[in-house]
């Protein structure tokens, strides 16, 4: 089950934060969280992971700016931002920042899951509009997945 | 213009009635003297005579000051002189039948210019008085004018700050209520993956339902969203027929309504942004439905144009507007519906004028509202 994949999931809302630690450990990632922008940075600086799911508003730091700092530390590392609803702006300068994904709450599991697997082993095709839902991005032709067998 | 003319002369021809009866009466009070002498009524003569020269003043003379200044007033400047004329005509007979006509002659003379003078004083005074009152009117109509603009314009204000609050509140809401939507769907999430392995087939059911059912509730939020984010319109030429096919396309029209549509009375293309348009035709529709809903009617849609706009008409036979509630509908969370925000006039009217164009309504309580959308002709079409 385990594939090894370390997933850090940022999101102010405790309950939201420990939900989805929960499913993806039981789906087999190694999870950590953060529960603020700065958090997820430090968390970002001890170690490397291969995906960043990350929440956009939150106090303090928001999810954008939290991810153009991470990007700099690890320009490698994929990053999902997580949106309940946000200004067209702020998206926009997530975009142009180079986040690859933007997907909507309340989110699908399953999908999450399945992009999850699709970003850490598809680097280089990474383009989702923020209109579309998780669901558009995987119908979008991509390379094969090596490292994706997950089940749920 | 032809009317307030016309209206003009009868009044002219009203006041010279008055002026030519008014020189007769003096004319008869002034001739009495001489008329007494002629026919032997001394006693007459005596009475009257002495006024032609109350210490040297004519006094008969004086009361042709009536007439001229009569004129002056309601006629104006060359009526009055035209009267001064005719009062030394009138009198002109007295002077040559008096003893000492050259004295006379020359007062007469004098007096009439003196009269002349003081009616074009009283024409050219009251003119003046008449041009400032006119001059105030004009300024009293621009004042209400003014002040009607900005009041349209405070409405338009407030009308789009609520529409603001709404959306802020809208985004507000939006935001909050996706959060504990997405706890609720990874709860369920992790009670499937809790199920033991035989798969109690009823459990994953409910959760399937539940699952469903956060999909309803966020899609709610999401038509709250796109309903009150309103963006600059991005206007191209399109033919409203097909915006018009368009909403239709969107919307279930139930069998008790009955649509009317003649929508090839306008040829004219129109430079507007099709998708806002669209939102609003289908608003409309929708609501017209929704007043006929009950107890069946029709729809007609028709189009046209005049040298400005181009029109949509949208009547219904359904339950109608009252009155009192016609100025309100387009004010944001207005609403007499169990279901629904009170946002879809305020919204359609606000893109039809982000758009160029009008919303108009008129409507009877219990026969029907008739909704018509005017956009702009495309300049040069």
Redesign the interface.
Known sequence: MSHGLTVLVADDNTDLLETFAQILQRSGFLVETAASGVSAIDKCQKRRFDVALMDIVMPGMNGVEASRKIKEMHPGLVIILMTGYSDEALLKTARDEGVQYIVHKPIKIDRLIELIHKAAGNRSVLLIDDDGDINEALEEPSPINNRSHHDS | MERERKINSRRAIRHLWYIIAIMVVISVFYYLPAIGKQAGWTSLYNALNEFHDFWGVDVLGILYFAPVIYAAFALGLMPAIITTVMTLIIRLPYAIVTANYAEYLFKLVAFSIALGAIGAFVAMWRRSEQQSRQYHERLEEEVDRRIRDMQQVQDKLIRSEKLAAVGELA?GV??????P???????A??LK?SLPETNDAEAINTLAVLDNQ?DIA?KI?TDL?NFTRITPPSQVRVDIKNLINESLSWITVPPQVILKINIDGNSRPVRTDPEQISRVFANIISNAIQAMNAEGGELAIETGHDNDFVWVKFGDTGCGIPAWNLEKIFEPLFTTKPKGFGLGLSISKRLVEQNGGKIEVVSQAGQGSTFTVKLPLEKGS
């Not at chain 2, 939006?174 to 959060?179: K, Q, S, T, V, Y």
């Not at chain 2, 939507?181 to 709860?187: A, E, H, M, S």
């Open positions: 985004s939006g935001h909050e209520l996706r959060n939507l997405n706890v609720i769907r990874n709860c999430y992790l993956m956060i966020n939020v969203l």
